[in-house]
């Protein structure tokens, strides 16, 4: 009974550190930190990084990712506040919500779209949360 005692012991202790791992919340909001720290300083190779490899063969190099980020996402570029909200799986995706407030003052939300790439988590897509109750 004592030898079974220490079996189960020992499986709970394993098992816990890998229920943690299991959550990756806080590898995606890394990630995604990380690629707005490289943006800040115009890295663009460092930020290109962290994109997967579907984003990364549709732009083929870091000066047309950072083209394409500095055109349709420039509230990351350099933001005056950024705020992780909520995560959630969709489709196949990690999404993580980030609320964006630029330096004009505009608040942005974006869905970062995760997927897990050779043990390392990458941004498949970056979509922006449309207002809800707002309308004519």
């Known amino acids: 009974m004592r030898h079974l005692f220490t079996m189960l012991a020992a499986g709970a202790a394993l ?4 229920a943690r791992a299991e959550d990756p919340g806080q590898a995606i909001r890394t ?3 990380d690629q707005i720290a490289a ?5 663009y190779a460092r930020a ?13 190099s870091p000066t047309r990712f950072g083209e394409m980020v500095a055109h349709g996402y420039s509230s990351v570029l350099d933001p005056a506040e950024t ?8 489709g196949g995706h990690e999404v993580q919500r980030l ?23 990458r941004i498949d897509a970056v979509t922006p949360v449309q207002a809800q109750g707002v309308g004519v």
Do not use: C, K
């Not at 003052?105 to 988590?121: A, F, K, T």
């Open 99 to 121: 609320m964006v407030r630029g330096a004009d003052g505009r608040v942005v939300l974006w869905d970062y779209h995760m997927v897990e790439v050779d043990g390392r988590w």
């Open 31 to 33: 990630v995604i930190s």
């Open 48 to 60: 290109f990084g962290y994109a997967s490899p579907n984003i990364q063969a549709a732009f083929g």
């Open 39 to 43: 943006f800040r300083t115009q890295d």
């Open 15 to 18: 098992a816990a550190p890998a």
């Open 83 to 90: 705020r992780f909200l909520g995560h959630h799986a969709e």
